[in-house]
């Protein structure tokens, strides 16, 4: 039997009282690599704003099961160039993703220090312990934040544009990361406008718009919502 972390029945998303999107359903099982897609504005980010419990759901239902039940979960915000002349080094940002495992420490123990290392490791900037985030690549910058997110929580990741603000030349790179992630055993669920390359990633898509969907992969590319393929307002979409 699958085993769901998230299961959202008829959600209501947005605002106080401006509807963003809703009837929205689906579920994120482990393992799965869920990319959610849709027009620009059409309530992606309000979405995950929800999910994160940034924002109340304005009806429905969404619950949390297995893993996910502590709603302890890794976020990978968009890239933001303001951000980028952060001081602190590479370890200080990836460590600083423990903070949110529990109660603020004034100290890493020894298992933190684990943690910190397994993950720098596993995204390939153990090399850029010392660094200073502002001296990184984007690509550098886009490990540092995935290691951080993982520190909070390895189980599920949140990622949202995470292709925005990213030379294409990191495209790739970010896309074998992801893949790497997945085969360590973390369940995905990321926003992203770049629907050709979320296809070759993803086994279940969510599309937000007027009208939602949500289905496999492959029952996505024989809906009518596969229609967003055939240019739309994105170009690469
Ligand atoms: P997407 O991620 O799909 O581009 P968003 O979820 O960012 O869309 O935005 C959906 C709608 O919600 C937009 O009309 C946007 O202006 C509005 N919106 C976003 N953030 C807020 C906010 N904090 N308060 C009110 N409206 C918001």
Redesign the pocket.
């Known amino acids: 039997m699958s085993e769901y972390l998230i299961k959202a029945e008829e959600l209501k998303v947005?605002?106080s009282k401006?509807v963003?999107a809703e009837n929205i359903s689906f579920t994120v099982e482990k393992g799965d690599i869920v990319c959610v897609v849709?027009?620009?504005?059409?309530?992606?980010?309000?979405?995950l704003k929800t999910l994160l419990g940034i924002t109340k759901p304005l009806g429905g239902k969404i619950s949390f099961e297995g893993d996910a039940s502590s709603k302890r979960f890794g976020y990978l915000p968009q890239l933001d160039e303001s951000q980028s002349d952060f001081p602190s080094t590479v370890y200080e940002i990836v460590a600083s993703g423990c903070i949110s495992r529990g109660k603020f420490k004034l100290f890493y123990n020894k298992e933190d220090k684990e943690i910190i290392n397994k993950y720098m490791r596993l995204v390939g900037i153990e090399n850029l312990a010392k660094s200073r985030f502002s001296s990184l690549s984007g690509g550098q910058r886009q490990r540092t934040l995935i290691a951080r997110a993982l520190c909070t929580s390895s189980s599920l990741l949140f990622l949202d544009e995470p292709l925005n603000g990213l030379d294409p030349k990191f495209r790739n790179d970010f896309f074998e990361l992801v893949k790497t992630l997945h085969e360590n055993g973390v369940t995905i669920v990321m926003?992203s406008h770049d629907l050709k390359q979320s296809l070759s990633l993803a086994n279940k898509i969510l599309y937000?718009g007027e009208e939602c969907y949500f289905g496999s992969k492959e029952d996505f590319l024989n809906s009518k919502f596969d229609n967003i393929l055939e240019g739309g307002e994105h170009g690469n979409i």
Do not use: A
Not at 39 to 47: A, F, I, R, V
């Open positions: 947005g605002y401006q963003v849709g027009e620009n504005g059409s309530g992606k980010s309000t979405l926003i937000i």
